[in-house]
T-cell receptor
């Protein structure tokens, strides 16, 4: 079945550093979503992407819809301690159905 | 109101109990979802309701029974669960199909 691979699986970074993560698939998607999830809480929507090549920002976050429609990228600039959490990508796989990536765990060292 | 709310926050139940999880949204969304999430894993889709009708059942065991009483409410009735059903149960909603989904805070379920 369809699968979304996220990279890296986890990362430790220093406060103030920029962060990059990506999500890749063997299938084409028409919509990509990026979520952040804190422990014991529900995922919070960060950015939605609807068009190949689209670049969208939300504060310090920037996400891109890959031109091949098989990947997406999320960048966080000038990381702060509250950026800690798990970041999930999700691709629209069919009517109502989003497939979630495996997640990237981000830890920020103060 | 841009929130999806879920109650209870935590639930502990025995294998012979019957309990219900509740979800509510007042964003006028017409699609609502139940997901199950195990520790360190992504959410897995269980059920989708569209315009109060069940649209998708991802081969979920019958001990989980969803209900959508109206466009704002979604319930998940639980009966005779197994310890492996312990997980975070997430509700989500979207304006219509294929729109972005907004999640509630989840119910942490423990089955003893």
């Amino acid at each position: 079945g369809q699968q979304l691979n996220q990279s890296p699986q986890s990362m430790f970074i220093q406060e103030g550093e920029d962060v990059s993560m990506n999500c890749t698939s063997s299938s084409i998607f028409n919509t990509w979503l990026w979520y952040k999830q804190d422990p014991g809480e529900g995922p919070v929507l960060l950015i939605a992407l609807y068009k190949a090549g689209e670049l969208t920002s939300n504060g310090r976050l920037t996400a891109q819809f890959g031109i091949t429609r098989k990947d997406s990228f999320l960048n966080i600039s000038a990381s702060i301690p509250s950026d800690v959490g798990i970041y999930f990508c999700a691709g629209l796989a069919g009517t109502y159905k989003y497939i979630f990536g495996t997640g990237t765990r981000l830890k920020v060292l103060a | 109101d841009t929130e999806v709310t879920q109650t209870p926050k935590h639930l502990v139940m025995g294998m012979t109990n019957k309990k219900s999880l509740k979800c509510e949204q007042h964003m006028g969304h017409r699609a609502m979802y139940w997901y199950k999430q195990k520790a360190k894993k992504p959410p897995e889709l269980m059920f989708v309701y569209s315009y109060e009708k069940l649209s998708i059942n991802e081969s979920v065991p019958s001990r989980f029974s969803p209900e959508c009483p109206n466009s704002s409410l979604l319930n998940l009735h639980l009966h005779a669960l197994q310890p492996e059903d312990s997980a975070l149960y997430l509700c989500a909603s979207s304006r219509t199909r294929n729109n972005e989904q907004f999640f509630g805070p989840g119910t942490r379920l423990t089955v003893l």
